[in-house]
């Protein structure tokens, strides 16, 4: 019987990658931020914190979240205007407002508002 190619020489081990929490919230979801006055979309969800080092740092010490958690990109809104967002898992909650975001980038990314939520659009999906 032939060897395998393989056999007899060293293995590889490959590093084992880190834990990831899992996705507490999906994309069309309304959610809102737990210390600060705004709500938005999900249109995006990153495994881990994947923005840049500036933006991490910009953040007070005693209120930076954790790295190792899901973060969302929200179509977001407060009082005075709508915008993006970069929300760590630990800092939102549930939106139970039943009521739509206005933000001007939806009608681009989602079909309608249904049951509290977005439908993403087909050509979005992947």
């Known amino acids: 019987?032939?060897?395998h190619p393989t056999a007899g020489q060293p293995?590889?081990?490959?590093p084992a990658a880190p834990p990831i929490a899992a996705a507490r919230y999906g994309i069309g979801e309304i959610v809102k931020h737990r210390m600060f006055d705004f709500r938005g979309v999900i249109f995006d969800v990153d495994p881990v914190f994947a923005n840049s080092d500036e933006w991490y740092e910009a953040i007070p010490e005693g209120i930076r979240p954790r790295?190792?958690?899901?973060?969302?990109?929200?179509?977001?809104e407060n009082a005075e205007s709508s915008y993006t967002a970069y929300v760590s898992q630990q800092n939102l909650i549930p939106d139970d407002s039943d009521e739509?975001?206005?933000?001007?980038?939806?009608?681009?990314?989602?079909?309608?508002?249904?049951?509290?939520?977005?439908?993403?659009?087909?050509?979005?999906?992947?």
């Open 11 to 14: 293995t590889r081990s490959d």
């Open 1 to 3: 019987m032939p060897r």
């Open 100 to 126: 739509p975001v206005d933000h001007p980038a939806i009608a681009g990314l989602f079909t309608g508002y249904e049951d509290g939520r977005y439908r993403l659009k087909a050509e979005h999906r992947h």
């Open 67 to 76: 790295k190792d958690q899901p973060f969302y990109h929200l179509l977001a």
